[in-house]
């Protein structure tokens, strides 16, 4: 871990919020932001002292090198409301975690637990407001840390701002999407970042979403950049894909972005006795299982939306339609995640954690 020095946040309220003139039933997701951010720079080898500030514009060197090199990792992460209007996360360890195994693969300086978790937790005290109650309503939550040497030589920088910022979400019915197979571009690749939350990593993945887009599918689902043929992530989402009653999800690579989502998924379908297997899936094994009425349902699992119904793929100019099923396993882990989220059911694995 990064030393640092052990200071309480120095925090300026804002004297106004912006709350009254928000819509919250018309919200257009990442254009809102609450009244307040954290800030922590990092200078002289060491996190500085915490702030708390008003939300505000920021200006940076234009040679900082996050917007010559990409050096920037970042979170998502929600916090809910339940109906006696206490807050909660949802397994913020684990985000804290991960940014932190992302900032390591990017030569960036680890963030301190108790900075992470103090910030965190102030941040939503002071903006408590902005989380609305209602089943799938929540407060989205985006940690990042970026380059801010003002320095345009290829190579990590000494100084980096740890930041987190948050929009309010509303609960909005995706509906099912429609997926293309990746057969050419990759999102990720063996010994590269797709493990790690790197803002490149997404960036890269606009083109070849665009091009599906143009084709009448909102989302790729990325395979394995030698064969195209193991199907690793839908979208910016873990995928999920059920055979007859069996659930299978790839298993995590350097390639595979390992999400909060599809690690509870696998624990609540296990607890609700639907068998569970990580291995790879292939192509092929979901042609067959489509043409042969195997394959029953297939999801994308991230914070988000939870979970992502898929309704057809689209593989080599040839189109394959899933059906229509009862009691979907989308629809029942849906329901149970959001449940626990929103205190509303027992949460035996201890995942939500109060504000
Ligand atoms: C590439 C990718 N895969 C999977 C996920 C799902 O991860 P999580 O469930 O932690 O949100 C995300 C979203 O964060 C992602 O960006």
Redesign the pocket.
Known sequence: MTKHTSHEIDIVKSDTTKIDAVDFENLTFGRTFTDHMFICDYENDEWQTPKIIPYQPMTMDPSARVFHYGQAVF???KAYKDEDGKVWLFRPE??FN?INKSAARLAMPEFPKDYFMKGLTTLLQMDSAWVKPGKGNSLYIRPFIIATDPAISASPSSNYRFMIICAPAKAYYTGKIRVLIAEEYS?SANGGV?FA?AAG??AAQFYPTSLAQKKGFQQVIWTDADTHERLE?A????VFFRINDTLITAPLSDR?????????IIQLAEDNGIEVQVRPITVTEIKEASKNGSLKEIFG????VVISPISAFEHAEELFELPNIENSYADTLKDKMLSIQHNMAEDKHGWTYQI
């Open positions: 979170e998502g992460m684990d985000n991960r999102r797709g939350k990593n997404y992530e979208g910016t989402m873990n595979i972005l390992d999400g909060v989502t599809r690690r509870s699992a991230g914070t988000a």
